[in-house]
């Protein structure tokens, strides 16, 4: 795999972030300038440096330019993923990061980025994965306009939800890490697809890992590249091998979640970069 890495502001700013935040692209000249202004605005109000990384995800419209030329004010780095598969492009992502907390979420920000910092928040307090959930309580999430892709989401969470820990919504795209533990789950993961947010937090449970889910609120973004029909065949592929993987490691089951409503986060200093020996290699 490629993993060159382009600089989009010409400095070193994203060197010495404390949050990096990835954003898979595939063809997403159309939406990203939005979706880059909005974060950008996001990012600049948080109290620790921040930095964007777009993964290029073997686009074939102008997505790498436009994120070259973006002019801040959050550096923003390329990052040229040939292998395609939204999973691909994330995994690539968080291994060229190095921030203490990273995080990843959809180009369309059908996630609002205002629970970008209580997730920092959370992050800072201790919690290592700290993920979107639109079927927490005190989310507000419209319905998918597709009933069929609608039926599809109810019977996947329902498929995957034991391995990992137990979380009601694995697939929303708005999900934040310990950076470490983040780049050392990335570095085993097997699955391209759709399917790899599952597996993400299978192997985060695996590694003892607790998942704090975080009520958003979220809009269903019209052109999403998800279709339930072209991709039903290689999602039901993924889950297979995705069960065969908890088979084969005796996965826990439910069970490791942490509580769905978190409580305060304290206003805790940020550790120093760390390779925490608690996540390695399960």
């Known amino acids: ?41 996001r990012l600049r109000t948080l109290p620790v440096r921040s930095a964007i990384l777009v993964v290029d995800n073997a686009s074939t419209d102008a997505t790498a330019r436009i994120a070259r030329s973006w002019p801040g004010p959050i550096p923003v780095r390329v990052l040229h993923c040939p292998r395609r598969g939204k ?3 994330v ?15 959809d180009a369309d920000m059908a996630t609002d980025v ?7 928040e959370l992050l800072r307090a201790g919690r290592p994965v700290v993920i979107g959930a639109r079927r927490h309580p005190g989310s507000a999430a419209e319905p998918y306009r ?34 470490p533990l983040a780049r050392s789950v990335a570095a085993d993961l097997q699955i ?24 958003v609120v979220w809009r269903d973004a019209p052109g999403t590249a998800f279709s339930p029909v072209r991709n039903a065949a290689g999602c039901a592929r993924d889950l297979v091998r ?34 925490d020996p608690r996540y390695g290699r399960a």
Request: aromatic share 6%; glycine share 10%.
């Open 87 to 89: 999973g691909a492009a």
């Open 242 to 275: 995705l069960r065969l993987a908890a088979l084969r490691n005796r996965v826990p089951a439910s069970g490791a979640g942490a509580p769905s409503t978190p409580p305060e986060a304290a206003a805790l200093p940020p550790p120093a970069l760390r390779q």
């Open 192 to 215: 391209t697809g759709y399917v790899f947010d599952a597996e993400l937090l299978m192997r985060c449970v695996r590694r003892g890992a607790a998942i704090t889910e975080l009520p």
């Open 91 to 105: 995994r690539a992502g968080l291994l060229a990061t190095s921030a203490p907390y990273v995080g990843f979420c």
């Open 1 to 41: 795999m490629d993993l060159s890495r382009e600089r989009a502001d010409g400095t070193g700013g994203a060197a010495d972030a404390m949050l990096e935040v990835v954003i898979p692209c595939r063809n997403e000249a159309a939406r990203l300038p939005h979706g880059l202004a909005v974060l950008c605005a």
């Open 114 to 120: 205002a629970a970008v910092g209580p997730a920092l």
């Open 146 to 179: 597709d009933p069929l892709r609608r039926t599809g989401a109810l019977m996947f969470n329902r498929l995957v939800r034991d391995l990992a820990g137990g979380v009601a919504d694995t697939q929303c795209g708005f999900k934040f890490f310990d950076g």
